[in-house]
């Protein structure tokens, strides 16, 4: 599995990140480009802790699904979403690349004993699931644009 600890991911994610311009169209899915770059940049700043989202007492937060859903196939589309990583939209398309490009990296760079916030889905993730999530995130919504 692909994950964001790794300097592979990340790359091939940056690469496609450059094929994206703020006018593709949406292969599927409700949110235009800009809002999609607004929304996976914010869900990366709550992987690393800095912006909050309220916890939802799912299912999906107990194993096995949550690792079914994890570690599994590709997220199915139009999956529901924190609405805190919903509503803003990226004004500025070149800043917000790069903010996404210093998100990676940033969370990248966390110490391996540093801990990781619990995840208003899924709760409590282990180092390797944050990673995995991640990626499979962002994975997805490019995939969504087509890139």
Not at 40 to 58: C, Q
Not at 80 to 102: I, N, S, V, Y
Not at 123 to 130: D, F, N, V
Request: with cysteine; glycine share 4%; proline share 7%.
């Amino acid at each position: 599995m692909k994950n964001l600890w790794e300097s592979d991911a990340r790359q091939e994610i940056s690469q496609r990140l450059d094929r994206l311009k703020p006018d593709t169209a949406a292969v599927w899915g409700r949110m235009n480009t800009r809002q999609m770059m607004a929304h996976v940049v914010d869900a990366l700043r709550m992987a690393i802790g800095d912006l909050k989202a309220e916890e939802k007492k799912l299912p999906i937060r107990f194993t096995p699904l949550k690792q079914l859903i994890i570690y599994g196939p590709p997220f199915p589309k139009n999956a529901p979403t924190a609405p805190e990583l919903m509503g803003r939209q990226a004004d500025d398309w070149d800043a917000e690349c790069a903010r996404l490009r210093e998100l990676m990296d940033s969370f990248a760079s966390r110490p391996r004993d540093m801990a990781l916030p619990r995840h208003p889905a899924f709760g409590q993730l282990s180092r390797r699931a944050w990673g995995v999530l991640s990626y499979k995130h962002l994975d997805h919504h490019f995939r969504q644009f087509g890139v």
